[in-house]
């Protein structure tokens, strides 16, 4: 890797740990800054508008060659040029992933074009713009800062608000890999991660469905219930809260008089079953697990399966103990999947920046 390469890539991470550590709005950004990776308000400045990727590119990260990794370079000094949070450096890279495999390519489906297969009849600009990386980048960050609540969602929800795909769940595969790329071109320039992965790039947190809290925490009425109830129609995708390892799929329903299988190929009931009906516990970094009850089918995940924040692992249904359609969600710590280790969700994920019941 040339000087001039380590240069600007050393330029761009070190401002994401000036973000992080606050000193960004007087050495990089201007405004106001929010929540670590979500500042209040970002505008570039000229320091941050001189960046630009090198033309003699970078050497292969892991399964990605020089042409990939050159290309996911591009797209991340164009979203620190343009004031964008790391976290939508690690969307608009696994959508690039997803889309084009980082290649630029000329041509494509229909008339899309690029690493983002942006078509020139929708609206994205002419195709010889659409071929440059950094215009094509600029447009992806532009569309993506103007959906509403995008870095409390979903990678691939994010995503999906700005490709409109016909495979909207493809992108969520793309999003451990992206933050693992952004992280090594940081590491290859033998500088510090770890602010990126306190600004949320590397290990966000996001509600597992989008509905209203019913049953909460270990209330009066249900001093037994370690989680709470949202309240989302069957059928809905329940995703993974943040990345982890799939430690628990299963189905478990039993009857409540006799303890005798109930089984997970119908509905519960809320007084003759007992049990979570088909669930899911992921494995999270710092001893953290959560937990996703009474779902429709057999789960889309398999025991150590790792999966990305945002991923589809199931759908909303009624297994189990169980009056209705709804996600039973928890959140354990220290590794205790008992009740003992259960802390109220509701609290936990606000702190997260992914506050349950509605999109913050």
């Known amino acids: 890797m040339t000087i001039r390469v380590l240069s600007w890539i050393a330029i761009a991470v070190a401002g994401v740990l000036l973000l992080c550590s606050g000193l960004a709005t007087t050495l990089i950004f201007s405004g106001g800054a929010g929540a670590c990776g979500m500042p209040a308000s970002v505008t570039a400045t000229a320091s941050a508008a001189a960046l630009s990727p090198a033309p003699d590119g970078i050497a292969p990260i892991g399964d990605w060659n020089a042409e990939q990794v050159d290309n996911a370079a591009t797209i991340t000094a164009v979203g620190m040029r343009l004031g964008v949070p790391p976290r939508g450096w690690v969307i608009a890279v696994a959508t690039a992933m997803q889309e084009s495999s980082l290649i630029n390519t000329p041509g494509g489906d229909r008339d899309s074009v690029g690493l983002f297969q942006q078509r020139p009849s929708q609206g994205w600009g002419t195709p010889e713009q659409l071929h440059d990386p950094q215009y094509a980048a600029t447009k ?54 770890d602010g990126l992965a306190g600004c949320g790039a590397t290990g966000p ?34 995703r993974a809260a943040s990345a982890g390892t799939v430690r628990t799929v299963r189905c478990n329903a039993l009857h409540a008089d006799t303890g005798a299988e109930w089984g997970c190929d119908r509905d519960g009931d809320p007084v003759l079953t007992r049990g979570c009906g088909w669930y899911v516990d992921i494995d999270h970094a710092g001893g953290l697990l959560t937990r996703y009850c009474h779902m429709d089918q057999p789960p889309m995940v398999t025991v150590g399966q790792p999966v990305a924040a945002g991923q589809p692992i199931g759908v909303v249904g009624s297994t189990g103990h169980s009056s209705g359609p709804h996600l039973h969600y928890e959140v354990h710590h220290n590794g205790d999947g008992s009740p003992n280790g259960a802390i109220d969700p509701v609290p936990f994920m606000a702190a997260q920046n992914a506050p349950l019941g509605t999109r913050p």
Not at 155 to 168: C, G, R, Y
Not at 217 to 235: I, Q
């Open 205 to 238: 947190w996001t509600q597992p469905v989008l509905a209203p809290v019913g049953s909460g925490f270990r209330t009066s009425d249900r001093p037994g219930h370690d989680g709470v109830d949202l309240s989302a129609p069957r059928g809905t995708i329940i």
């Open 140 to 193: 992806f960050y532009q569309r993506l800062q103007a959906v509403d609540g995008w870095q409390a969602m979903p990678l691939t929800e994010a995503a999906q608000a700005v490709q409109v795909s016909a495979f909207p769940d493809a992108y969520a595969k793309w999003e451990g890999p992206a933050t693992q790329l952004v992280t090594a071109i940081a590491d290859t320039a033998g500088l510090p991660t």
